[in-house]
């Protein structure tokens, strides 16, 4: 057991960190939305083929379909719509330092939302995430790796999937299959972006080569669905320790980033990468910002 639970959680570190490396990769050959509609299209039709094909899952029922549509449209097309956009003006492993953030401010939202005390730790726990995100971020501020607008959008990303983290968890989904949601998650917010990919569309900017189709199949299949997956899994194993897995995603993430992207690295990276994950190791001792959700990426 402790092999094949080593085994996931390695795999689905790597899988979540390689998101960001993935998605400029792709960026260098089309527009943002071409990249996110055609990464969702795909692994929806692949999930709802093995929801409904293979596994016979029921349907989602009457206000479910609502409220797919509604965590679709904050999970989906607006996180992960903004947060390709981000990455035009991101290096690729700050991106996934930042996203890293995620679990601490979801715990702050919930905090907030349902008027619940914030301990000591828990601030100790943001201000080491946060402090890590702008040491990381300032030496790339200064050499067109990273930009103030960016650093922005990629902040009003992680407030939106935090917030569908809190409707995801707080719903009750009367036994709905978590692929199911999932899979009708991703399609419509895929379709959610389909105006705005008409809008900004040009078709000189979008070369549909293998840059392209590697990138976006990479985010489509071994991402947003074989991630997921691993994650389900180290949940099942010990839902109390499948956090920690969380830790290894920075390094993995900068690591990539400087090898197929050729991303600086210096001592501000490393600095940056130890404070998050202090401030990770912190909410997870603490219980103050542990994100149990099985998102898309």
């Given at each position: 057991?402790?092999?094949?639970v080593?085994?996931?959680?390695i795999t689905?570190?790597?899988?979540?960190?390689?998101a960001?490396?993935?998605?400029?990769?792709?960026?260098?050959?089309?527009q943002?939305?071409?990249i996110?509609?055609?990464?969702?299209?795909?692994?929806?039709?692949?999930m709802?083929?093995?929801?409904h094909?293979?596994?016979?899952?029921?349907?989602?029922?009457?206000?479910?379909?609502?409220?797919i549509?509604?965590?679709?449209?904050?999970?989906?097309?607006?996180?992960l719509?903004?947060?390709?956009i981000?990455?035009q003006?991101?290096?690729?492993?700050l991106?996934?330092?930042?996203?890293?953030?995620?679990?601490?401010?979801i715990s702050?939202?919930a905090?907030?939302?349902?008027?619940?005390?914030?301990?000591?730790?828990g601030?100790?726990?943001?201000?080491?995430?946060?402090?890590?995100?702008?040491?990381?971020?300032?030496?790339l501020?200064?050499?067109s790796?990273?930009?103030?607008?960016?650093?922005?959008?990629i902040?009003?990303s992680?407030l939106?999937?935090?917030?569908?983290?809190i409707?995801?968890?707080?719903?009750?989904?009367?036994?709905l299959?978590?692929l199911?949601i999932?899979?009708?998650q991703?399609l419509?917010?895929?379709?959610?972006?389909?105006?705005f990919?008409?809008?900004?569309f040009h078709e000189s900017s979008?070369?549909?080569?293998?840059?392209?189709?590697i990138?976006?199949?990479?985010?489509?299949?071994p991402?947003?669905?074989?991630?997921?997956?691993?994650?389900?899994?180290?949940?099942?194993y010990?839902?109390a320790?499948a956090?920690y897995?969380?830790?290894?995603?920075?390094?993995?993430?900068?690591?990539?980033a400087?090898?197929?992207?050729k991303?600086?690295?210096?001592?501000?990276?490393?600095?940056?990468?130890?404070?998050v994950?202090?401030?990770?190791?912190?909410?997870?001792?603490y219980?103050?910002?542990?994100?149990?959700?099985?998102n898309?990426?």
């Amino acid at each position: 057991m402790q092999r094949k639970v080593l085994v996931t959680g390695i795999t689905f570190a790597v899988l979540w960190a390689s998101a960001s490396t993935a998605t400029k990769i792709a960026l260098t050959e089309a527009q943002p939305f071409v990249i996110a509609v055609t990464r969702f299209f795909i692994a929806a039709m692949i999930m709802l083929i093995i929801s409904h094909g293979f596994m016979k899952n029921r349907l989602p029922k009457k206000d479910e379909w609502k409220a797919i549509m509604f965590y679709g449209l904050l999970n989906v097309s607006i996180y992960l719509g903004l947060y390709i956009i981000a990455l035009q003006k991101l290096s690729a492993g700050l991106g996934t330092l930042a996203v890293g953030v995620n679990p601490v401010i979801i715990s702050f939202m919930a905090a907030l939302f349902f008027r619940q005390k914030i301990t000591a730790m828990g601030f100790v726990s943001l201000g080491c995430c946060l402090s890590g995100v702008l040491v990381a971020a300032w030496p790339l501020l200064q050499t067109s790796y990273a930009s103030v607008d960016g650093l922005l959008l990629i902040v009003i990303s992680m407030l939106a999937y935090s917030g569908a983290a809190i409707f995801y968890a707080r719903r009750d989904w009367q036994g709905l299959h978590i692929l199911t949601i999932n899979a009708w998650q991703t399609l419509f917010g895929g379709i959610f972006l389909v105006p705005f990919l008409v809008f900004t569309f040009h078709e000189s900017s979008n070369y549909l080569d293998f840059h392209f189709w590697i990138g976006t199949l990479w985010l489509a299949i071994p991402v947003s669905i074989g991630a997921v997956q691993c994650w389900l899994l180290l949940l099942k194993y010990n839902t109390a320790k499948a956090a920690y897995w969380l830790f290894l995603c920075p390094v993995f993430g900068f690591v990539m980033a400087a090898v197929l992207l050729k991303e600086p690295l210096s001592w501000f990276t490393l600095a940056g990468v130890i404070l998050v994950i202090a401030g990770l190791y912190v909410a997870q001792q603490y219980r103050v910002a542990i994100d149990r959700h099985p998102n898309n990426r």
